[in-house]
């Protein structure tokens, strides 16, 4: 298998163990070929950095029905407008399904470190996207009965020899421990 | 007894309320959305918190570097600590462990209320 066929894979994997966990559901998920995104209205788009072995991006798009009635399931509420649980929850999924997938691929020694979720609200035409022209693409169509997803993997291997040392700094670590250890002392005067 | 939840995500949380709300615990639930504030928040409450359960990636102060910093710190070394998280992989869990040794265990995102469940239940229930 090539890395391309990994990459299919892990997230294919993921995304089917995130929403079947979290959701009870078993989306269609497909390789998506044709390159043209289209919702009927304003979209969602979140993404995470990947650095390490494979560098690149993974972005969710989704329109804003698909996104509340994700985040509907994922709080057993019922949604109706975009608002902050929304925007966060999209970028939840992101980030469990980027987990998902790092996990998967360090079977075949593909690690990598990920960032944060961004999260963008807005505009009404995805087709902009930047697919750099830099890095290989892959793109999924993720869907159930009630929501659509657009997934784009942006990926590059670094074939250079990377530190495995991600370590945080030593004094982030023990800023903090200075810090619980005065707020402790304080209780106790 | 007061369980600590850090997560950056407020819908994690909530999540996290929800099956600890479910599985019928009724204790007191104090919030933070990154590292720093779960350092304030234990700082002033660590006599009364019994459980944390906490995310790996977050702005300010990391989850790990968080537990890091509460193992070395002997009043709350003891508080069993949880970690929730997307980052699944072997090289994360076994560097969790490294930085906080008495790590209570350690629960992959995404996870069913199930096993969430299996894993704070005896923590729970032995307070």
């Known amino acids: ?189 | 007894m007061k369980i600590l939840i850090v997560d950056d995500s407020a819908v994690q949380r909530k999540m996290i309320i929800q099956i600890i709300r479910k599985a019928g615990f009724e204790n007191e639930i104090l919030e933070a959305s990154d590292g720093k504030e779960a350092i304030q928040a234990m700082g002033t409450n660590y006599k009364d918190i019994g459980l944390v359960l906490c995310d790996w990636n977050m702005p300010n102060l990391s989850g790990v570097d968080f537990l890091e910093a509460v193992s070395k710190v002997p009043q709350v070394a003891n508080i069993p600590c949880v970690m929730v998280t997307a980052e699944g992989t072997q090289q994360k869990i076994e560097e969790a462990h490294k930085k906080n040794p008495l790590l209570a265990g350690y629960v992959t995102k995404p996870f069913t209320p199930d096993q969430l469940r299996e894993k704070i239940g005896p923590i729970l229930n032995k307070k």
């Open chain 1, 1 to 189: 298998m090539d890395l391309r066929q990994h990459l299919i894979q892990a997230v294919t994997d993921s995304a089917l163990e995130m929403f079947t966990s979290l959701f009870s559901v078993v989306p269609v998920i497909e390789e998506k070929k044709d390159g043209a995104i289209k919702l009927e209205n304003k979209n969602i788009m979140s993404s995470i950095g990947m650095a390490g072995k494979i560098d690149g991006s993974i972005i969710l798009i989704l329109d804003q029905v698909s996104a509340c009635r994700i985040v509907s399931k994922m709080l057993s509420i019922d949604i109706k407008e975009v608002n902050s649980d929304v925007l966060d929850g999209v970028g939840e999924v992101v980030n469990i399904l980027t987990g998902g997938m790092k996990r998967k691929l360090e079977n075949f020694d593909y690690t990598f470190d990920i960032s944060l979720p961004v999260v963008v609200h807005g505009g009404k035409d995805p087709a902009t996207v930047i697919r750099s022209a830099y890095a290989d693409c892959i793109e999924f169509n993720i869907e159930c009965s009630d929501f659509k997803i657009f997934l784009i993997l942006s990926f590059k291997v670094d074939s250079s020899t990377h530190s495995k040392d991600h370590a945080v700094p030593e004094n982030k670590s023990q800023e903090a421990n200075d810090m619980l250890g005065r707020l402790i002392g304080e209780q106790g005067k």
